[in-house]
Every structure is written in C-alpha cells, then in structure tokens.
C-alpha cells in the first residue's frame, strides 16, 4: 500500500518527543506560535459553519482530526473548545507523550499512531488541521487525497506550510536552525517546502476549494506572530471540501 510516511522525518521527531511540553524546549517556536493558529483556525469554523455563540466550548458537536499532532499542542485546545478531538501521528513516541499529557490534564482526545491513509475510522471529520506536515511527508498527493476521504463533505480543512522561496531559504532554515537555533539543524528540507499555487493545485484536484489564505510573520520587536498578505514564508490556507 503506497504510504505518506517518510521514515527519516518520524524519527527525527521521535528523538525529540519528550520536549513537546517544555515551552523553553526545542518546540518553543511552536509554543509562540500556538495562538495565532488558534486565533485563524476558531475565526474560520466560526464564520464556515456560522457558529455565533460566545460560549467556551463553542465547538461542542463538531469533530475535528489532528493530523501529525506531535504531543498534542493544538489538539488539547481544540479540545478545551469543546471539540470532540482525535490526534494522529506516525511516531508512537510523539502518542505516548499526547495522551500522557492528555491525561494529566483531564481531556478525553483520542490518540492513535496512524497516517491519514491508513487511518480507520467510523465517520468523517467535520474539520480536519494540517498544520506544519505535509513539508514533512512523502506523496503530498496521496496526502491530500486521504485527508478529502476523512471530511465530511462541507467540511473545512486548514493547511499550514512553507513557501518554497528564497526568503523561506533564509528566514525558515538558515535564519531559524543555524542563527537562533530555534529549530534543530535538518528540521526542514528547503526542497520539500510547497509554494501557495502547488498546494492550491493538489487541494484543487481533490475536489477543495480556498476559502481563505493568510501568511504568517514573526514581529521580532513584540514577539510574537501576525497574520499577513505576506506568503512568502510561513502561510496557512483554509479550504472546503466541495
């Protein structure tokens, strides 16, 4: 069976799994960039699924698949929202410290070590987040194709990437591993980033269409990230499956 997984990507991840919660750790970039995610991906369900409520947990009834979920940094927010969570990923590693953490902190999320592919699953999703992997997988084609069998249709999909471009070369590789050391050396292969219009293709043919699309900036001076025009870099695109 062909397989998304590629081997040297999962391991890399693997060896750093016990740091997914230390916000000073390896994955204190993710850490700083959690809120402007979170603030897009709420705004979006929000204004699909013309969700008005102010309550806490306004995403009570909806179900939501976290693809590549590390150690659950996303999928425990979603989940505090409300959400009925399940969080998927390839390394059992980055499972055990998820659901570990999970329970720590009193949320029922479902954890499986599972790739979109050969995920078995009783119904569809209502929303599906890509956020930071398909830079990371084999067959971004089969990827996106898994993920469309997975949604409900109406459905929405977030998907949050690298733009393959100088800029990116510069900020995301050698700006981020070998200035700030922000990220490990070899996090991100420059040649496996996806420019915005390839990955509107690849959702194109699989039946989605953009809703919206956002690039994200780190402001040095405050920071902290916002959401830009700006794609040149970090961006994230919000699609329906039609």
Known sequence: MSTTINKEEIQKFSKLAEEWWDVNGKFKPLHMF???RIEYI??????HFDIIEKKANFLKG???LDIGCGGGLISEPMARLGAKVTGIDASQ???NVAKLHANESKLEIDYFKASPENLNNEGKFDIILNLEVVEHVDNVNLYIKSCGRLLKKNGIMFTATLNRSLISYIKAIIGAEY???WLPIGTHDWNKFIKPEELENFLIEEKFSTLDIKGLKFNPFFNKWRRSNDLSVNYIICSKKN
Not at 42 to 47: C, F, Y
């Open 62 to 64: 909806y179900s939501i």
């Open 93 to 95: 590693k980055n499972i």
């Open 179 to 181: 200035v700030l050391r």
């Open 42 to 47: 709420t705004e979006n369900i929000k204004k």
């Open 34 to 36: 959690n809120p402007i």
